[in-house]
């Protein structure tokens, strides 16, 4: 079994930064992929970043040059630094991970609230 525990959520005025983090423990292979997903109320879950084990990255155009996402693979955490928040930011973020084809694990969200 595989757990996520995010952290780093809150309440943020626009033009505001946020970190968050997702630590990982169980059975963890070295390849994996890892992630951040949001959903906003009323909306479908959405990418907003992914990481490899290898470091190659993937944004939501959404979120390109004003989120940035790394990873430290000692202690299998991954990172999503917020910069320039917006109003539209504001959702549930979840951290994902996924390894050996189709095992996918979820945390269970930390909430952003960003006010104008």
């Known amino acids: 079994q595989v757990q996520l525990v995010e952290s780093g959520g809150g309440l943020v005025q626009a033009g505001g930064s946020l970190r968050l983090s997702c630590a990982a423990s169980?059975?963890?292979?070295?390849?994996?992929?890892m992630g951040w997903y949001r959903q906003a109320p009323g909306k479908q879950r959405e990418l907003v970043a992914e990481?490899?084990?290898?470091?190659?990255?993937n944004y939501a155009d959404s979120v390109k040059g004003r989120f940035a996402i790394s990873r430290d693979n000692a202690k299998i955490t991954v990172y999503l630094r917020m910069n320039s928040l917006k109003p539209e930011d504001t959702a549930v973020y979840y951290c994902?991970?996924?390894?050996?084809?189709?095992?996918?694990?979820w945390g269970r969200g930390t909430q952003v609230t960003v006010s104008s």
């Open positions: 169980g059975i963890i292979y070295s390849i994996n992929t």
């Open positions: 994902k991970l996924s390894q050996r084809g189709a095992n996918h694990y």
């Open positions: 990481i490899t084990s290898g470091g190659n990255t």
